[in-house]
């Protein structure tokens, strides 16, 4: 049986009545907390920060702590696999992810491990599992990793790219090495995931950050496949109790009927897809989480109330909504911005749970 005091947003993934609508915020465990500061100035560097189970701790909590959210979600990177395999993850300042060893020839993608997430990703599930037992039940946590796609363009890239010239090219002229990466990345995913689910994750999602940068064509074929493989490899049931399934992809607004039949129980919606038109196109085949524009919460509090009202009244009547940003907050948004966020959400949304 669940020992989840608040259970809001697991009920809201799985489409069950709710009494209002939960919110929770991507990347809410960062740089716009002056505590999240403090704890990442003690680590030393943000993977010493991300490797340290203590420490993930700490800063997952900070945000539940201070705003109540109705979900944690793991501290961590999206990166932690491909580091795992091998490939020599580290953060430049100001320069974002690098990989010592990046992905350039067939011999290179042939030779990637799929790794034990109990053995070389240990410290993500010893942090998953001090989390889950700190949180003593105030709120579910949310396990993550990135998509297959998203993964591979860090992977065969090296770093962050504008145009994605690497990735795209391999998998324009070798098709069939790109399948092969994606394949053995969407196994590792569902390992990764399986093993969070088994340390205590109550809900798991899954970020395709990029997968809206690949063409209409391509990203059924080379994203959303190897998202739905990930969604048929998970252990979706732990101790009677199903464990809900996001999928995520910035920019997926153009296939989000076909991301509705992969499986998952919830689609993340970026700001540029209105939730309103999402929730006819998708029906009630799954829930909707999103959608409040990350620079939204720079204006004052009586403009953030406003944009709340509009999301949640363009979503309606009902249950299977999630209230949250389209995409991450950005690092120096004021923390009474947000509060101001989540307290509009509590206030306005128990009308259209009635």
Known sequence: MSNLQNDLFIRALLKQN??????WMMRQAGRYLPEYRQVRGKAGSFMQLCTNPELACEVTLQPVDRFGF???????DILTIPDA?????????????QFARPLRTADDVHNLPIPDPETELRYVMDAVRLIKA????????????????????YMVEGRS?????????????????????????????AAYLNAQIAAGADAVMVFDTWGGVLSHDAYPEFSLRYARQVRQLLNTHRDGRRIPAILFTKGGGLWLEAMAETGYEALGLDWQTS??????????????????????LYASPDVIRGHVAKILHDYGQGSGHVFNLGHGILPDIDPEHVRAMVEAVRELSPQYHV
């Open 18 to 23: 709710v009494e209002r609508t939960p919110v």
């Open 161 to 189: 790219s504008k145009n994605f010239q690497l990735v795209k090219g391999m998998l324009f002229e070798q098709p069939l090495l790109m399948h092969e990466l994606l394949d053995k990345l969407a196994q590792s995913v």
């Open 70 to 76: 109705d979900a944690a979600i793991l501290f961590s």
């Open 134 to 153: 700190r949180l003593l039940g105030r709120a579910p946590l949310i396990g993550f990793s990135g998509s297959p796609w998203t993964l591979a363009t």
């Open 85 to 97: 395999m091998g490939l020599g993850l580290s953060f430049a300042e100001g320069e974002g992810p």
């Open 275 to 296: 939730i309103g038109a999402a929730r006819a196109r998708v029906g009630d085949k799954v829930a909707l989480q999103g959608n409040m524009d990350p620079v939204t």
